[in-house]
């Protein structure tokens, strides 16, 4: 199917575990995106990646891992997860990140660490 | 630094009302601006944007939203709210010459029939 899917939808794990987040986009967009959203911080940046192999931290990258073999895909691995970590994950696409043009959002991961 | 306030974490109106979101920058030049929309357990979704071509721009579901240079504010508006406009409303910005897009901290919007 066409656009951007993120799997699994739902995860729960246990603290200390590794877990890894898929996204995957179908349009060849040259940006990805991860944030978090949690209840009062709105959405929060923790990685991007502007092309294969190119990747950047955002506002809250510790405790995250990511990687961009491909371009269509950007998973996001929680190397050794905390309770902090509880939170809905969504994974981005864009043609740019400058100017005019808009993310395209995929429909979130939500985690629950225990 | 670029910034977005959403005045009111949580709006509730009656269905057929105005619906009205609040949404100011911080901005020495003009930014780029986006409303999205992120109905329960989904992504979020793009309403609109400004793109500076004109003012009062239009969007999908009725949804129109007025950049006010001079009161820094892009508010978001609906002539009348239908029970189906129950979402959370994320208004975001970015720079007219930056890489970041910077989210606003969402506005429950809640419609009682």
């Known amino acids: 199917d066409a656009g951007i899917t993120q799997s699994p939808r739902y995860k729960i794990t246990e603290t200390g575990r590794q877990v890894t987040l898929m996204c995957h986009q179908t349009w060849s967009h040259s940006y990805m995106f991860w944030y978090r959203q949690d209840l009062g911080h709105g959405l929060r940046l923790i990685y991007y990646?502007?092309?294969?192999?190119?990747?950047d931290k955002g506002e809250v990258p510790d405790g995250y891992v990511v990687s961009r073999s491909k371009t269509e895909n950007f998973p996001l691995t929680l190397e050794s997860a905390t309770r902090s970590q509880t939170s809905v994950y969504f994974c981005?696409?864009?043609?740019?990140?400058?100017?005019?043009?808009?993310?395209?959002f995929g429909p979130g991961t939500r985690l629950t660490v225990t | 630094a670029q910034s977005v306030t959403q005045l009111g974490s949580h709006v509730s109106v009656s269905e057929g009302a105005l619906v009205l979101l609040r949404c100011n920058y911080s901005?020495?030049?003009?930014?780029?601006l986006f409303w999205y929309v992120q109905y329960p357990n989904q992504g979020l979704q793009l309403l609109l944007k400004?793109?500076?071509?004109?003012?009062l721009v239009k969007g999908i579901n009725g949804f129109e939203a007025e950049f006010k240079k001079s009161e820094t504010s892009f508010h978001l508006t609906k002539p009348s709210a239908h029970m189906s406009d129950a979402a959370e409303y994320f208004c975001?910005?970015?720079?007219?010459?930056?890489?970041?897009?910077?989210f606003g901290t969402g506005t429950r919007l809640q419609v009682f029939p």
């Open positions: 981005a696409s864009s043609e740019s990140n400058r100017g005019v043009y808009e993310q395209y």
């Open positions: 975001a910005v970015r720079g007219y010459n930056t890489d970041k897009l910077i």
């Open positions: 901005s020495s030049v003009p930014p780029y």
């Open positions: 990646s502007a092309a294969a192999d190119i990747t």
């Open positions: 400004y793109t500076s071509a004109a003012t």
